[in-house]
């Protein structure tokens, strides 16, 4: 289980995105867009007069591993594969099922009750 979310997690790239305005950092996102300020639309205005924007993002994206490698039982050498199944079949047989119980009485019907033996009997367990 372990080795299984070590590859998953050394495997998946992600990207985090930093807006910032001026030198102030506003927001950071990861897997999504970040958040524009107020200044953003207020400088696409001023943008065609001044040419000049204080508002810049910056996007990182971290790479995971892309190269891994995918072996097939047929790659594996002679002793290799020799251990890989004598272990699967030791393991498989290191499990035995329970011996399976003879009830003798299985089919066995009780006889029908005409009266109850107690009652008529007054015999009671105090």
């Known amino acids: 289980m372990l080795l299984a979310l070590l ?3 050394s495997t998946v790239s992600f990207t985090i995105e930093k807006h910032f305005c001026g030198d102030v950092l506003i927001d950071v996102a990861v897997f999504t867009e ?6 953003e639309a207020f400088e696409k205005e001023q943008e065609a007069i001044t040419k000049k ?10 790479q995971g591993q892309d190269d891994l490698r995918l072996t097939s039982f047929d790659d594996l050498d002679f002793q290799q594969q020799l251990f890989i199944t004598t272990f699967s079949y030791a393991f498989v047989n290191l499990f035995e099922s329970l011996e399976k119980h003879i009830i003798p009485h299985k089919d066995y019907s009780p006889p029908n009750l005409v009266a109850d033996i107690q009652v008529l009997d007054q015999v009671f367990i105090i």
């Open 7 to 9: 590859v998953l997690f």
């Open 34 to 39: 970040a958040e524009k300020c107020a200044m």
């Open 53 to 62: 924007i204080c508002c810049k993002d910056e996007v990182d994206v971290v």
